[in-house]
């Protein structure tokens, strides 16, 4: 970490224990206020009609010829050519293939970007109508689980990990409709599993039936399936 950045930690560090006044409490706060409903405001209005979507999640510092990018982007063609919008986050990487899978197959293509100091920038590939950029993490987060049918999550980071564990704890506690969660990859998420099973399922913190609230899988093919067979339960197809 440069000199620089350590200066601006300590800054956040410092400003988190000073006492304010009351005028300053009230301005700095209510400017808060206002921006997060500008951003919840913009989202609604720009998603509400987009129609049946499958978010993809996944590092941003995934290179263009990773296996990994190269999945992302058929999985997003395949979703399209099963009339399935994309989103993703908007940026770099998994993220960037996934709009560019959409894209290119003449799809829906959304991309919920983040402002960020390092690795965020929106990608070429999403639709021009429906790129969103956010400030705030917890309302870009509403919008991929408010606008999403389905979460088609490959290896990334802690960005991943947090996207994946928010859809997941939405449906488990029944916030959210029970939409499939799919993982691609099994030798990158097997590790996982075998903890939540032996750490936090034998300590009695989820439930086993917890456990078939997402899919891990190894393939393109397989990851649509998923999401195929999941909607052909409730006789339902994608209509744009």
Not at 14 to 34: G, H, L, P, T, Y
Not at 179 to 199: A, H, M, Q, R, S
């Amino acid at each position: 970490m440069s000199n620089i950045e350590d200066t601006n930690q300590e800054d956040r560090i410092r400003q988190a224990f000073k006492e304010r006044d009351w005028n300053e409490i009230k301005s700095s706060d209510s400017w808060v206020i206002f921006k997060v409903m500008s951003e919840f405001v913009e989202g609604f209005e720009k998603l509400a009609k987009i129609g049946p979507c499958v978010s993809i999640f996944g590092s941003a510092r995934t290179s263009r010829d990773h296996f990994h990018y190269k999945m992302a982007e058929e999985i997003a063609a395949k979703l399209v050519r099963h009339g399935y919008g994309v989103i993703t986050g908007g940026g770099p990487g998994i993220m960037e293939a996934g709009n560019k899978g959409a894209h290119l197959e003449g799809g829906k293509s959304v991309g919920l970007n983040i402002v960020l100091p390092f690795e965020q920038f929106n990608n070429i590939y999403i639709d021009r109508d429906k790129l969103l950029t956010f400030d705030y993490f917890f309302v870009r987060k509403v919008m991929f689980v408010k606008y999403s049918q389905g979460f088609v999550v490959l290896p990334g980071g802690f960005g991943t990990m947090d996207e994946f564990f928010e859809a997941l704890t939405l449906i488990q506690t029944n916030k959210i409709g029970r939409f499939p969660i799919v993982l691609v990859g099994k030798n990158y998420w097997t590790g996982l599993l075998d903890w939540i099973k032996n750490t936090i399922l034998e300590n009695n913190y989820i439930n086993e039936e917890d456990l078939e609230l997402f899919t891990i899988v190894e393939d393109p093919t397989e990851a649509v399936k998923v999401i195929d067979d999941f909607y052909s339960k409730y006789l339902l197809s994608p209509n744009f």
